[in-house]
Protein backbone atom coordinates (compact mmCIF):
# COMPACT_ATOMS: atom_id res chain seq x y z
CA UNK A 1 0.00 0.00 0.00
CA UNK A 2 1.29 3.16 -1.12
CA UNK A 3 0.32 6.73 -0.66
CA UNK A 4 -2.44 7.04 -3.59
CA UNK A 5 -3.64 10.67 -5.07
CA UNK A 6 -6.68 8.44 -5.84
CA UNK A 7 -8.40 8.27 -2.22
CA UNK A 8 -9.11 10.77 0.21
CA UNK A 9 -6.32 11.18 3.63
CA UNK A 10 -8.30 10.00 6.05
CA UNK A 11 -10.00 7.10 4.09
CA UNK A 12 -6.09 5.91 4.05
CA UNK A 13 -5.83 6.43 7.31
CA UNK A 14 -8.31 4.27 8.53
CA UNK A 15 -8.69 1.17 5.88
CA UNK A 16 -6.09 -0.81 4.21
CA UNK A 17 -6.62 -1.02 0.62
CA UNK A 18 -4.96 -2.44 -2.72
CA UNK A 19 -5.43 -1.37 -6.12
CA UNK A 20 -5.80 -3.59 -8.55
CA UNK A 21 -6.04 -3.24 -12.59
CA UNK A 22 -6.27 0.46 -12.23
CA UNK A 23 -9.63 0.31 -10.18
CA UNK A 24 -8.93 3.28 -8.40
CA UNK A 25 -7.99 5.22 -11.34
CA UNK A 26 -11.29 4.59 -12.99
CA UNK A 27 -13.46 5.05 -10.20
CA UNK A 28 -11.92 8.38 -9.85
CA UNK A 29 -12.06 9.46 -13.26
CA UNK A 30 -15.10 7.96 -14.66
CA UNK A 31 -17.89 7.96 -12.03
CA UNK A 32 -16.44 10.34 -9.47
CA UNK A 33 -19.97 10.64 -7.45
CA UNK A 34 -20.13 7.32 -6.93
CA UNK A 35 -16.34 7.31 -5.44
CA UNK A 36 -17.35 10.25 -3.60
CA UNK A 37 -20.26 8.30 -2.43
CA UNK A 38 -18.19 5.45 -1.42
CA UNK A 39 -15.46 7.30 0.33
CA UNK A 40 -18.11 9.18 2.33
CA UNK A 41 -19.83 6.22 3.20
CA UNK A 42 -16.74 4.56 4.32
CA UNK A 43 -16.02 7.39 6.80
CA UNK A 44 -19.28 6.93 8.58
CA UNK A 45 -18.80 3.24 8.63
CA UNK A 46 -17.64 1.80 12.35
CA UNK A 47 -17.49 -1.93 12.78
CA UNK A 48 -16.26 -2.76 15.98
CA UNK A 49 -14.09 -6.36 17.22
CA UNK A 50 -17.46 -6.78 19.37
CA UNK A 51 -19.55 -6.96 15.90
CA UNK A 52 -17.13 -9.45 14.41
CA UNK A 53 -17.18 -11.41 17.46
CA UNK A 54 -20.56 -11.25 17.69
CA UNK A 55 -22.65 -14.54 16.58
CA UNK A 56 -24.64 -14.09 13.45
CA UNK A 57 -27.35 -16.02 13.49
CA UNK A 58 -29.56 -15.03 11.01
CA UNK A 59 -27.21 -12.20 10.01
CA UNK A 60 -24.33 -10.66 11.94
CA UNK A 61 -24.31 -6.65 12.42
CA UNK A 62 -21.99 -5.61 10.05
CA UNK A 63 -24.26 -6.18 6.96
CA UNK A 64 -26.85 -3.63 8.56
CA UNK A 65 -23.93 -1.21 9.05
CA UNK A 66 -23.21 -1.47 5.72
CA UNK A 67 -26.70 -0.69 4.77
CA UNK A 68 -27.47 1.51 7.20
CA UNK A 69 -24.60 3.98 5.13
CA UNK A 70 -24.90 3.03 1.64
CA UNK A 71 -29.27 3.35 1.95
CA UNK A 72 -29.21 6.64 1.62
CA UNK A 73 -26.92 6.94 -1.54
CA UNK A 74 -29.64 4.73 -3.04
CA UNK A 75 -27.11 1.36 -3.15
Known sequence: MVDNK?????????YEYYD??????ILHECFPDEWKEIQD???KLKVTSD????A???ES???KKFDDVL????W
Not at 6 to 14: A, C, E, G, P, S
Request: aromatic share 12%.
Open 41 to 43: SLR
Open 20 to 25: YGHALE
Open 56 to 58: GGN
Open 51 to 54: DITK
Open 61 to 63: PIP
Open 6 to 14: YIDNDIQLK
Open 71 to 74: YPYG
